[in-house]
């Protein structure tokens, strides 16, 4: 079980005797109370100055500066610190005073050890409301600086709260889709799949995956879409628009397409190997010349059909190749007969079909033509 955090309560008052009584009963009701006293008004801001504190209980009466005053000045550079004026002078007058500069809580000495009780729960409650707001706050703040889309849904699948960039991705201000079903956000057919096949679904575990918007003016777009469910029946959205990513990956299957052709209908001999030198995939001319079949050939080694070829040299220039870059040689390829073939390879590294691959071409030398 976590342990709570301490509260620390710089408690400023004149009266020796009565600070060190009111320190003993606070930690003795609660224990997680660690409370530091000061004399005075000046003695309480230099504490402050020095280390930080969770609430101030301060007396009303002490000399040269009052409880007021002191409130005042905390509340210049403190204007959310906890402060509560725990005083022997009651008066309306007062109490006035202390609303108007901004104080927590108003508690008035006196009435035994049921006073200091409620002092300590008067100090708990405000420090807990006070950590709360803050962690609120910072949470709100950090989904209104993300650049993913979140939004909250009730059970009734209307939106109830979303940063800028939620709304931005459907081309509209948060105030326009707030008290909105979420249904209008996506199109008629992943409504029925989101509706049958995830919602319904959703537990303590979130649900990521791909999915589709509908912006204000009907266009579509592609996102990745995380849901994970409340206690209360609904759910929080988050969103990310994958438009660039889907547009790369139709870029390579394209480039992957034509790659396809240029493998299998090239008059050229082609392999395609990892960066072990391991050969994954041929075209039918490589098999033909060299008088392997597809499965005799993948699996083997460069070096086993390239005879040219140094193993060592050979990984040290693919581990410097960037992707896209082209390296020349002379090669002499050994057929099943055991004659062997004169050729000029180029090798590129490629990425179209899984990291660090290399494509191989290769064409019998123009002096052995």
């Known amino acids: 079980m976590e342990t709570e955090a301490p509260i620390r309560v710089l ?4 009266d020796e005797e009565f600070s060190e009584l009111t320190a003993t009963y606070l930690a003795r009701i609660e224990d997680r109370i660690v409370a530091e006293t000061a004399a005075d008004v000046d003695e309480g801001l230099d504490a402050l100055a020095a280390a930080e504190f969770d ?3 301060s007396d009303y ?3 040269g500066r009052n409880g007021i005053e002191f409130l005042e000045t905390v509340r210049a550079d403190r204007p959310n610190l906890p402060f509560i004026l725990f005083t022997g002078k009651g008066s309306e007058g007062v109490a006035s005073s202390a609303i108007s500069a901004g104080v927590t809580d108003y508690l008035q000495k006196g009435g035994g050890p049921d006073r200091f009780e409620l002092l300590a729960n008067r100090v708990v409650n405000a420090v807990e409301r006070r950590r709360a707001e803050r962690e609120a706050d910072l949470w709100a703040k950090a989904i209104e600086a993300s650049n993913e889309g979140i939004a ?6 209307r939106y109830t709260e979303m940063n800028e960039a939620y709304a931005a991705l459907y081309g509209v201000e948060p105030a326009a889709l707030i008290g909105e079903p979420w249904v209008t956000t996506v199109p ?3 409504v029925e799949r989101l509706k049958q096949e995830v919602i319904p679904t959703l537990t303590e575990e979130p649900w990521s995956d791909e999915s589709i918007g509908r912006r204000v003016d009907d266009s579509v777009y592609p996102k990745l879409l995380s849901l994970a469910a409340l206690n209360d029946g609904g759910h929080v959205c988050v969103i990310r628009d994958i438009s660039d990513r889907k547009e790369r990956e139709a870029e390579l299957a394209e480039k992957a397409a034509k790659l396809d052709i240029l493998f299998e209908q090239s008059p050229d001999l082609i392999d395609l190997h990892d960066a072990d030198g391991r050969i994954v995939d041929v075209n039918r001319r490589l098999c033909d010349e060299l008088g392997y079949s597809e499965e005799e ?6 070096w086993d059909i390239d005879e040219a070829v140094d193993p060592e040299e050979a990984k040290r220039v693919w581990g410097e190749m960037d992707p896209g870059e082209m390296w020349e040689l002379d090669g002499r390829y050994r057929r099943r007969d055991g004659s062997t073939l004169p050729v000029e390879v180029h090798v ?3 990425d179209l079909r899984g ?3 290399f494509f191989v071409i290769a064409r019998e030398s123009a002096d052995e033509r």
């Open 61 to 63: 009466d002490m000399p």
């Open 348 to 350: 590129a590294r490629v």
């Open 55 to 57: 609430c101030v209980v």
């Open 152 to 157: 909250i849904i009730d059970r009734d699948g």
């Open 11 to 14: 408690h400023v008052e004149d």
């Open 355 to 357: 990291p660090e691959q």
């Open 297 to 302: 050939l993948v699996g083997k080694r460069v």
């Open 188 to 190: 008629e057919e992943e």
